[in-house]
């Protein structure tokens, strides 16, 4: 390998850069403050804390599977070892602030050790997929605006499909689940959390599909795009193609081929330099929680 392919170099935008690194990698992250944050990649690893499954990667009914996955990064010459759980409600976890950097540890290849990918595109190209921004600014420029009814007092797990669908979970014990759903009953109004440029079904069930799902882009002036799905959904009530303002309803959640329990099945991803890069949802509707979020939009439980 070249010296140069080891280098992820990176201005740090006024929107979230995802990244994905291997071992023995590193990259350099440069903030508003004209800093350079040195990261390196030391080691990740992944393992099973229970299971109720026979065999791992083998599916069962309403099986259950829960993991924890690490990583050691050496930040400007200091290590740090990041931790993460899923399917527990530490699920919905908040970055980590390290030497002027926000960093959201999304994923590790390693849980592919123990999980299938048979539910969604979602497996990291390289050993480690994280999300960073300068500590001193949000994932964008501008307040997001909910994307559906926000359950109240945070996100539950045990509201996500039958308490393990949040971004990686284990869907049936077995196959890492890409995306994160939220139960809520069909017909569910769903809302454009920022300015859609463009969107359409991408599978419908017109088009002879068994679901609908949705896409619509986000164009940042800085050049990156963010991709935001939802699938499930009964019907969009804004033509496809057509622009819709952030806030504006653009669709009924939930309701096909939502399975045991009516929920909307969202998914993130963030297009740059050439590359797509999926990370957990959970970073968009903690950030709504946060800012984006009046009390008409929160739904009681
Ligand atoms: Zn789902």
Redesign the pocket.
């Known amino acids: 390998m070249c010296y140069s392919s080891r280098i992820v170099k990176r201005m740090l935008k006024d929107t979230l850069t995802a990244v994905e690194m291997n071992r023995g990698e590193y990259g350099e992250f440069v903030l508003r403050s004209g800093a350079v944050a040195r990261i390196e990649l030391i080691s990740t690893s992944a393992r099973v804390i229970r299971t109720t499954l026979q065999r791992l990667k083998v599916e069962e009914d309403a099986a259950r599977t829960d993991y924890c996955f690490n990583c050691v990064l050496r930040i400007n010459g200091r290590e740090h070892t990041l931790e993460r759980e899923v399917s527990t409600q530490r699920s919905f976890y908040e970055p980590w602030e390290i030497d002027g950097l926000h960093i959201w540890f999304d994923a590790v290849e390693d849980i592919f050790d123990f999980l299938a990918e048979a539910?969604?595109e979602c497996r990291p190209r390289k050993h480690a997929r994280f999300a960073i921004q300068d500590a001193t600014l949000g994932i964008c420029p501008e307040p997001l605006h909910p994307w559906c009814p926000l359950p109240e007092g945070g996100l539950k797990i045990e509201n996500c499909?039958r308490g393990e669908?949040c971004w990686l979970g284990a869907?049936n014990g077995a196959s890492a689940?890409g995306?994160l759903?939220i139960n809520h009953p069909r017909g569910t109004p769903l809302w454009a959390p920022i300015d859609i440029d463009d969107h359409f079904f991408f599978n419908s069930l017109a088009m002879g599909h068994n679901n609908n799902r949705w896409r619509g882009i986000h164009r940042w002036p800085n050049g990156a795009e963010w991709i935001l799905q939802a699938?499930?959904m009964t019907e969009l009530t804004v033509g496809e193609h057509e622009p819709i303002a952030k806030g504006r309803q653009f669709a009924r959640g939930a309701g096909v081929l939502s399975g045991a329990v009516d929920?909307s099945?969202f998914v993130f991803k963030i297009h740059d330099l050439g590359e797509t890069i999926s990370l957990d949802p959970w970073i968009l509707f903690r950030q709504m929680y946060r800012e984006g979020s009046g009390p008409e939009l929160l739904v009681q439980r």
């Open positions: 539910h969604g499909y669908d869907y689940h995306g759903d699938h499930h929920h099945h």
